[in-house]
């Protein structure tokens, strides 16, 4: 039997991640891996194939929408759902395979199962046990369930179901406006559904800043997806080939219904710990079902770690990808390190919306003068030439010393644009850094450098 340095559980973004920054470090390392392909959730039924869809709905929507304007003439463009689906299958598995090949390249054992740890330094899978120094659980998460809604991933689907739908349909109902579900109702309202979004919550996309809030809920609405907000949703039953949505406005408690051939829960996710026996090996978990680490990602086990969305903090995989490099680093006595305050979100609607550090309502409760430089792309000559104007990026920095504090985008490429912004606040920069930093024309990126302008004098295209 061999004794590894590390085992990790799971082969998501975070574990496949942190398993090549082990053995480039010279540990050697094994993953545990229950499905058939590797890459977790965000490979397999996640994040890449709805990127896929997304570019494809949105070619799509240019084809009929905006070729015309530009002088290219299509005569009738039609969707091939199935080759559609298709496309999307051959991107998740060309990144699945070369995850294989970095697996092989960096000589990193893989162990098929699910895997069970029997106490520190010891995982079981199906029949056999392996030993390690460090255990790390980076097995991700799941969706989350509501109430009545009963999924079958046919007709009342998850995120993972809405990625295969035998057809586009007709209607379909979205519970939960967040980052899932505006996503996919982006997609489907592309391709010709009509698209019902259904929030608890006064406002879509919880946590963003207000102001980039309710113009993309304008921009989303101008699209044809429409939202019912304040509303609870009680239950759903079939009626003939249509699902029959039952909700509760919250302002007057009145009871209302919508007809959808498909309902997508999209209504958040929680931790996936099913199966690692974590009670057995005496493994904390909080009340969200979270499991506890401390400052080194370790748990209440010694030995026994965990990292990305099974630990506190939000589920992105980028946030899981720099938890297993710094957890990596750790574990071979170097000085790994996540800085918390700079994780950036990004939602891949058109447009993109992408935000990092304070929003304008953590500034207020915490009472601190900020000044916020704004700039529409409008005023982009970029954004003009790609019949893309919509939005505009803010710039948050304290009053006093000018130091950026935030940054939130809704426009083309917001999710590309927002780096500038990460790396500035990373190393401390004040919006004048960024603003005497020359940037090339014409780009999208000059809105940044407009959106900093504005923090002082103005912008010189506004």
Known sequence: MV???????????????CAIRCAQLGLKTACVEGRNTLGGTCLNVGCIPSKALLHAS?????????????????????????????YKDNIVNQNTKGIEFLFKKNKIDIIKGWGKIQGPGKVSVDSKTYDCKSIIIATGSEPSALGDLKV??????????????GEIPEEIAIVGAGVIGLELGSVYSRLGSKVTVI?????????????????FRRILGKQGIKFILGAAVQSAKKSGSKQIIEYQLIKDK????????????????????EGLNLNGAGIEVNHY????????????????????DVIAGPMLAHKAEDEGIALAEMLAGQAGHVNYD???????????????????????????????????????????????????????TDANTDRIL?????????????????????FGASAEDVARTCHAHPTFSEAIREAALACGDGPIHA
């Not at 004794?3 to 991640?17: E, K, Q, R, S």
């Not at 949105?58 to 559609?84: C, D, Q, T, Y």
């Not at 929030?199 to 113009?215: M, N, Q, R, S």
């Open 3 to 17: 004794n590894y340095d590390v085992i990790i559980i799971g082969t998501g973004p975070g574990g496949y991640v």
């Open 406 to 426: 935030g940054g939130h985008i809704i426009g083309p490429s917001a999710g590309d644009l927002i780096h500038e912004i990460c790396v500035a606040m990373e």
């Open 152 to 165: 079958d991933e046919k007709k009342v689907v998850t995120s993972t179901g809405a990625l295969t739908l």
């Open 342 to 396: 700079l994780i950036p979100g990004v939602i891949y609607t058109s447009p993109e919306v992408a935000t990092v550090g304070k929003t304008e309502e953590e500034l207020k409760k915490e009472q601190l003068a900020y000044k916020a430089g704004k700039f529409s792309f409008i005023g982009n000559g970029r954004a003009k030439a790609s019949l893309a104007t919509d939005g505009y990026a803010k710039i948050l």
């Open 58 to 86: 949105e070619l799509f929507h240019e084809s009929n929408h905006n070729f015309k304007n530009m002088g290219i003439e299509v005569k009738n463009p039609a969707i091939n759902w199935k080759e559609m689906l298709s």
């Open 254 to 273: 009145s009871n209302e219904k919508l007809e959808a051939d498909v309902i997508l829960v999209a209504t958040g996710r929680k931790p996936f710990t």
């Open 289 to 308: 079902g979270q499991i506890k680490t401390d400052e080194n990602l370790q748990t209440n086990v010694e030995g026994v770690y965990a990292i990305g």
């Open 199 to 215: 929030e608890y919550l006064d406002e879509i996309t919880p946590g963003l800043d207000l102001e980039t809030a309710k113009t």
